[in-house]
């Protein structure tokens, strides 16, 4: 028998049971469990009908999703995610997510489960791997919650293990001059490429012949070979809108370009020929290029620990300490947002600090310098 009264319906089981069900956007929700007396079926309605009312409410029934299946839902749920970020984004729930929360029912996931997974990672992990697998499980309960297959995520509340930050380093102008140095020859451009450009090193091995000018003095990145599903090389835009750019290159570095091109047997004829290439001639793969490549380089000039992506940090450090505006810097880095210019790359250099300080001071204390020295001592 149902009883239709107000707000949604009950009936009643033939074990002796009530289920609760209602209308909402022109689907049937049924109440995930059933009640022992119309009073408390009649009580689960009231309190839907309210969730509706406040604008809290989410689909009773989804919450009997298991997170293996909701995650496969979030990985599909954004097509033009980057093949790196996903490959990541799989490597994260596989290995360290679903193995703990795989078969559990998304509703009865607590805040108490989610904080207990992140302790048990920070035994044998480090706490920035800690916190990028967090971020994967905050995003896919954040997708439950914006679909409506949750009122509010477990993720709440969670203490994360704290991540020092790494010491970065920033190459000087002579140091930059001994990694390339002891870079075999047909690899010597992308130091000054990263260096001089602050070009990322995927953008640095997507480069084609037709992205350069040697003429005009300018060097357009619309490519970047990136790390796919099981590390394979693949051709992929940018990181963001703002990494399509088109930017000058000084005289000394077209004509660095021209040479290597020469060596390498390019003309304008090979547009879609790569500059960089592997000795089987082909595209560039980041693992290879950093053991066989980039490792022997810096250690042969002393300068062990440096990565290729410090080169970049180099470059942003020398346009702020040349007082570049912002906005040119921001264009030429291919940053969508300022403040990652300041925040990531701008780090301050003893010579800029020096002479901050010398700045300062004559602007503060200079005249009460001068002063206090022709004052005579009192006697």
């Not at 009073?39 to 969730?51: G, I, N, P, Q």
């Not at 409506?148 to 930050?165: K, Q, V």
């Not at 810097?329 to 990652?340: F, I, M, N, W, Y």
């Amino acid at each position: 028998m149902t009883a239709h009264r107000g707000f949604g319906s009950v009936r009643e089981l033939p074990s002796k049971r009530y289920q609760a069900s209602y209308w909402h956007e022109g689907v049937r929700h049924k109440a995930p469990r059933t009640f022992r007396t119309q009073t408390d079926t009649r009580d689960w309605l009231t309190s839907e009908k309210a969730k509706l009312l406040r604008g809290d409410w989410s689909d009773p029934g989804a919450g009997s999703l298991r997170f293996d299946a909701l995650s496969l839902q979030w990985t599909e749920s954004n097509p033009a995610k980057r093949e790196s970020t996903r490959s990541r984004d799989e490597i994260s729930l596989r290995v360290h997510i679903l193995p703990s929360l795989g078969g559990r029912r998304i509703a009865m996931v607590t805040p108490v489960d989610i904080q207990n997974l992140v302790n048990e990672w920070s035994t044998n992990q480090a706490p920035r791997t800690v916190r990028r697998n967090y971020d994967v499980l905050r995003a896919v309960f954040g997708y439950a919650v914006r679909i409506d297959y949750l009122a509010r995520t477990p993720c709440r509340n969670i203490r994360l293990p704290e991540a020092s930050t790494p010491q970065r380093v920033v190459p000087s102008p002579s140091e930059v001059s001994r990694i390339a140095e002891s870079m075999p020859e047909p690899y010597r451009l992308t130091v000054w490429l990263g260096a001089v450009l602050g070009l990322r090193w995927g953008e640095v091995a997507g480069l084609r012949v037709k992205n350069v000018d040697v003429l005009g003095k300018t060097l357009s990145v619309v490519e970047q070979l990136t790390r796919g599903k099981g590390g394979r090389s693949i051709v992929g835009r940018p990181k963001s809108l703002a990494g399509i750019r088109t930017i000058s290159i000084p005289a000394a570095l077209a004509d660095l370009v021209a040479e290597h091109m020469s060596q390498a047997g390019l003309t304008a004829v090979d547009r879609d020929s790569y500059l960089f290439v592997s000795d089987s001639g082909t595209p560039l793969d980041y693992s290879n290029f950093r053991r066989r490549i980039w490792l022997p380089a810096i250690a042969s000039a002393g300068m062990s620990g440096v990565g290729f992506h410090d080169l970049r940090r180099a470059a942003a450090t020398a346009l702020v300490g040349e007082r570049i505006d912002i906005k040119t810097a921001q264009t030429r880095l291919g940053h969508a947002d300022p403040r990652l210019t300041l925040a990531l790359y701008a780090q301050a250099t003893t010579e800029n600090d020096v002479a901050a300080a010398t700045r300062l001071g004559a602007k503060f204390l200079g005249s009460s310098l001068t002063e206090s020295t022709r004052r005579p001592a009192a006697s």
